[in-house]
């Protein structure tokens, strides 16, 4: 299992660091508007505070760990959960216009499985291995835009191998690397994230291991959550 540990690597940049941490998993919408949001956060942040660089570190979650490893049908799913057809419509109309207002327009109905997200978060891992911090946010955007876009199923090894190598992974090390992990996976699908037991839901932010936001909040209330970590920072002893 490839550890979300992240590599060492050399920093030549002289400006201050905030970390944003993020813990988010693939099968929640709100994590991909919290993505955005986060985004739009970080743009306007970084002209407020040219002299502040800002790290961002994913941090993988699974919302519902026991999901079987074949999936379960994804439609069947929200409608035993949420009880009618007219609260799954309800509640996704909600997410839509979230979605809109971050520039993302989601395709509930191309989903047919909802997918036990174990091994897209440990390719995800296996990416920043090879690559750091820039190869594992590609290949995050790219398994949440194939799976709440294009209806892909992302717990599928041969979609996460056709996604891994479009986000530049060598393909006989990603294929290797899949069948190992498929080899050594827990077979209830639950995969261990010892950094987020204290995770109640996602997506969650913390900022600089002080200020912290549990859910899609608006890039303005993300800002100041940041524009708060930095000020603590800079009071501090």
């Not at 379960?72 to 009618?84: E, I, K, N, T, V």
């Amino acid at each position: 299992m490839i550890s979300d540990r992240m590599p060492k690597f050399i920093d030549h940049d002289a400006r201050r660091t905030m970390t944003v941490e993020v813990f988010f998993d693939f099968i929640c919408p709100w994590c991909l508007i919290g993505k955005r949001n986060l985004e739009a956060a970080i743009t306007r942040f970084t002209g407020l505070q040219p002299d502040v660089r800002v790290e961002v570190l994913w941090r993988s979650h699974q919302l519902l760990p026991y999901t079987p490893l074949g999936g379960m049908p994804y439609q069947a799913f929200y409608l035993d959960r949420l009880g009618s057809h007219e609260a799954v419509a309800a509640r996704r109309a909600q997410v839509r216009r979230a979605g809109i207002a971050a520039g993302i327009e989601f395709a509930f109905e191309r989903i047919d499985v909802l997918p036990n997200t174990a091994a897209a978060h440990d390719l995800v891992a296996y990416a920043a291995s090879r690559g750091g911090e820039a190869q594992r946010a590609r290949l995050i955007e790219r398994l949440f835009s194939a799976y709440f876009m294009e209806g892909q199923d992302i717990g599928d090894g041969r979609v996460l191998e056709r996604l891994g190598i479009e986000c530049g992974l060598e393909q006989q090390a990603l294929v290797e690397h899949l069948a190992e992990a498929r080899r050594t996976a827990d077979p209830t699908g639950y995969r261990l994230h010892a950094d987020s037991e204290h995770i109640g839901g996602v997506p969650h932010f913390v900022f600089d291991a002080s200020a912290t936001l549990s859910g899609a909040y608006p890039p303005g209330a993300i800002l100041e959550a940041m524009m708060l970590a930095v000020s603590s920072e800079c009071r501090a002893p």
